[in-house]
C-alpha cells in the first residue's frame, strides 16, 4: 500500500524525485475531464460552473470523484484570460467549449496596454480564485492545479490572431511589447492562483507550435516568455507543467531549454524516445484522446499500459477531451495505472 498522499506523488514527480508509480491527472484548462458524462452525474454543469465558483468547485469536484484523476484543476476553459483583457466570450454550452467571439485589438500596434491590477480583482478571475480557495481548503492532500493559456494563444486572443502571427515576423517590435504585457498578466494572474492554493501551475500555449510558428519565431517568442512566466511561478515555490501540442519535431531540440518542470506532448509524440533522446526531462502523457473519445475500454487500458511500461513519469491525456468522451474509459485509463 503507498506512503505517498496524490499532492505528495505529484510533487515528488515534478521535483525529480522516485515515487510508487506514476501520478494520473488531467490538469484542467485546456486539457479538463468536465466530461458530459461527469456533468450528468453530479449536476453541476457547463456553461454556468465558467462564471460561478461555487459551481466551478464542485465541477471540479466531480471530475475528481468520478475519473480517478488525482487532481482537482481549475478552470475549464482557455477563456478567463482574454475575457478579463477585454475580448467577447461566447462561453458555449454544456457539450461545447467556450470562444472567443471577437478580439479586442486589431494589430499589436492598436493595443492598448492598459492597467490590470483592477482586472484581477473582479469578474472571472475573482471566479477562479475563490473555486480555487475552496478546493484547496476541502481537499488537502490532493494536488490543485491552476491553468494558465500560455503568452502566445493569450495574445492571439486579444489580437486578431491572423494580424498577430503575422507581426510576430512583421512587426516584431510591437509584438514583444504585447507578449510583455500579457506575460505580466499572466504572472500576475499566476500569482493569485498560488495564493489561493494552486499547488502546482499548468501552462497551455496550443498557439505556440512548432507546426505554425517554426523553430526561430518558438525560439524567438513562446521559449523566451514561456519561461520567464515559469521563473516567476517558480520564485514562489511552486512546480509548472508545460503541454505542448502538436508535432514537436521542429523544436524539440528546444526543450531542455524549457524552464518547466514537465513536458506535456500530444498524442503523436513517442515519449519514451523523447526521454531517451532528453533522460532530464519530466516526461507527461499522451494517452490518446481519440482513443479515450471512440475506442473500448480495453483498448485503452492497452495504451495505458504501454506508456507505464515505457516510463512515462505522469500519465495523462494527451491533449484537450471531447465532452462526449466516456467515462468508462477515462476510469480505464486511471484504474490502469493504479494498478501499478
Not at 491590477?117 to 480564485?129: D, F, S, W
Amino acid at each position: 500500500m503507498s506512503n505517498f498522499t496524490p499532492k505528495e506523488r505529484l510533487l515528488k514527480v515534478l521535483h525529480k524525485e522516485k515515487t510508487d508509480r506514476p501520478p494520473v491527472i488531467c490538469p484542467g484548462g485546456m486539457m479538463n475531464a468536465a466530461i458530459v458524462d461527469v456533468m450528468n452525474r453530479g449536476g453541476h454543469v457547463l456553461p454556468i460552473a465558467h462564471s460561478d465558483d461555487k459551481l466551478m468547485a464542485e465541477l471540479a469536484v466531480d471530475v475528481f470523484t468520478n475519473t480517478g484523476f488525482e487532481n482537482l484543476g481549475i478552470p475549464f476553459c482557455m477563456t478567463v484570460e482574454p475575457e478579463v483583457l477585454g475580448s467577447a466570450v461566447d462561453y458555449g454550452s454544456m457539450k461545447c467549449e467556450p470562444k472567443i467571439t471577437q478580439e479586442v485589438f486589431s494589430s499589436s500596434s492598436a493595443v492598448d496596454f492598459r492597467e490590470f491590477a483592477v482586472m484581477l480583482q473582479t469578474g472571472r478571475v475573482n471566479t477562479v480564485m475563490q473555486a480555487t480557495y475552496s478546493v484547496a481548503r476541502r481537499f488537502p492532500d490532493i494536488p490543485v492545479i491552476g491553468n494558465l493559456t500560455g503568452p502566445v494563444s493569450t495574445a492571439a486572443s486579444i489580437v486578431d490572431p491572423m494580424v498577430f502571427l503575422k507581426d510576430l515576423r512583421r512587426n516584431p517590435l510591437a509584438a514583444h511589447k504585447v507578449m510583455e504585457y500579457v506575460s505580466d498578466f499572466l504572472i500576475a494572474y499566476a500569482a493569485l492562483m498560488i495564493d489561493n492554493g494552486a499547488d502546482v501551475i499548468s501552462i497551455a500555449d496550443p498557439t505556440a507550435t512548432g507546426e505554425i510558428l517554426g523553430p526561430r519565431i518558438f525560439c524567438e517568442y513562446p521559449l523566451v516568455y514561456i519561461n520567464k512566466i515559469v521563473e516567476a511561478i517558480h520564485s514562489q515555490g511552486v512546480p509548472v507543467i508545460v503541454h505542448i501540442c502538436g508535432n514537436i519535431n521542429a523544436v524539440k531540440h528546444t526543450l531542455p531549454e524549457l524552464k518547466a518542470d514537465a513536458i506535456s506532448t500530444d498524442a503523436m509524440v513517442n515519449l519514451r524516445k523523447l526521454k531517451e533522446e532528453f533522460p532530464k526531462l519530466v516526461t507527461m502523457g499522451n494517452v490518446s484522446t481519440y482513443l479515450l473519445e471512440m475506442a473500448t475500454p480495453e483498448k485503452v487500458v492497452h495504451n495505458t499500459r504501454h506508456l507505464l511500461q515505457e516510463g512515462i513519469d505522469i500519465i495523462a491525456p494527451a491533449c484537450g477531451l471531447s465532452t462526449s468522451t466516456p467515462l468508462d474509459n477515462i476510469k480505464a485509463m486511471s484504474g490502469t495505472v493504479k494498478e501499478k
